[in-house]
Nanobody
Framework: QVHLEESGGGSVQAGGSLKLSCVAS?????VAWFRQTPGKEREGVAAINTRGRRTWYSDSVKGRFTISQGDAENTVYLQMNSLKPEDTAMYYC???????????????????WGQGTRVTVSS
């Protein structure tokens, strides 16, 4: 089973930027970033098809966040610009299970979660 490890979180002021990294232990075909705050369900932020480079974004981050694949095929980044306090959360990346349908943001379609990386945005 492929496992992923997240890094790059931190504390920034509103309007600032952070770049998160997600490194997979094996091959993937679609990787997504999710975030979660206490008491809430994990929500999809962005996803990328690592073969065709197609991307998806939630409405709340569209135009501010960019998901991309690194030169190493097992690395995916999330560039976060114009950060807002409501972006504060634990961020996780997951790899899509083969042969599982549904929306790109369906958390149950993903596996291999790491320990997450914390992002805190102060106003």
């Amino acid at each position: 089973q492929v496992h992923l490890e997240e890094s790059g979180g931190g504390s920034v002021q509103a309007g600032g930027s952070l770049k998160l990294s997600c490194v997979a232990s094996g091959l993937t075909f679609q990787v997504a970033w999710f975030r979660q705050t206490p008491g809430k369900e994990r929500e999809g932020v962005a996803a990328i098809n690592t073969r065709g480079r197609r991307t998806w974004y939630s409405d709340s981050v569209k135009g501010r966040f960019t998901i991309s694949q690194g030169d190493a095929e097992n690395t995916v980044y999330l560039q976060m610009n114009s950060l807002k306090p409501e972006d504060t959360a634990m961020y996780y990346c997951g790899t899509r299970r083969p042969l599982v349908g549904g929306s790109w943001s369906e958390v149950g379609a993903y596996t291999g979660w790491g320990q997450g990386t914390r992002v805190t945005v102060s106003s």
